[in-house]
């Protein structure tokens, strides 16, 4: 029986930057999942993902050159998907409807509301949010952005990033309110 030699990151990356499409191909192969998992968060639906994605894997193709081998390469593809989603979502947002941010109430909130929740119930219930508070939502609580961050990002005052994910918190927790209350 014949062993075969496992490839290793380094050596795909080396290999992409050299133009191979053989560890374009393996490179993609690899990475399709999780860049896949990132899509999912930020997209409306699987085809929006799925065309992130595919965005996404061209612009790493065609930027490789530029990636430091001393950071981790799913960093940096983590970034890449990232903001190739957000500038989607970008183009959706534009065509929103949305209210003057500085003429909104305050929302008071439970804190003990959201610290009650784990992570598949976040990823199910963001679905349900608008699509400017699930991105803001994702970016913050998810990956770890802050409001400067997001505001530039998004082109929306900083403000805005703070309302919005309050909002976003606020519904996730009448959501989750109305579902236990379906249970009891």
């Given amino acids: 029986m014949q062993q075969t030699k496992s490839i290793t990151e380094s050596e795909i990356v080396s290999q992409c930057k050299k133009g191979s499409i053989k560890y374009q191909e393996l490179l993609y192969k690899q990475f399709y999942g999780y860049a896949m998992g990132i899509?999912?968060?930020?997209?409306?639906?699987?085809?929006?993902?799925l065309e992130?994605?595919?965005?996404?894997?061209?612009?790493?193709?065609?930027?490789?050159?530029?990636?430091?081998e001393d950071k981790?390469?799913?960093?940096?593809?983590?970034?890449?998907?990232?903001?190739?989603?957000?500038?989607?979502r970008r183009k959706?947002?534009?065509?929103?409807?949305?209210?003057?941010?500085?003429?909104a109430p305050q929302i008071?909130?439970?804190e003990t509301a959201v610290s009650k929740m784990n992570a598949q119930d976040i990823l199910k219930l963001l679905k349900e949010l608008p699509e400017i508070q699930s991105?803001?939502?994702?970016?913050?609580?998810?990956?770890?952005?802050?409001?400067?961050e997001i505001s530039k990002m998004l082109d929306i005052p900083v403000s805005s990033?703070?309302?919005?994910?309050?909002?976003?918190?606020?519904?996730?927790?009448?959501?989750?309110?109305?579902?236990?209350?379906?249970y009891e």
């Fill in 92 to 103: 959706g947002l534009k065509f929103q409807l949305n209210t003057d941010i500085d003429d």
């Fill in 52 to 68: 992130a994605v595919n965005d996404a894997f061209i612009k790493v193709f065609n930027a490789i050159h530029t990636y430091n």
């Fill in 161 to 182: 990033s703070r309302v919005y994910l309050s909002r976003a918190k606020e519904k996730l927790r009448k959501i989750l309110s109305t579902e236990a209350q379906s």
């Fill in 108 to 110: 008071a909130h439970n």
């Fill in 39 to 49: 899509g999912l968060r930020y997209s409306i639906n699987r085809d929006d993902a």
């Fill in 135 to 148: 991105a803001i939502f994702n970016l913050y609580e998810i990956d770890g952005y802050n409001h400067d």
């Fill in 72 to 88: 981790p390469f799913k960093a940096w593809l983590r970034t890449v998907v990232v903001n190739t989603a957000i500038d989607q």
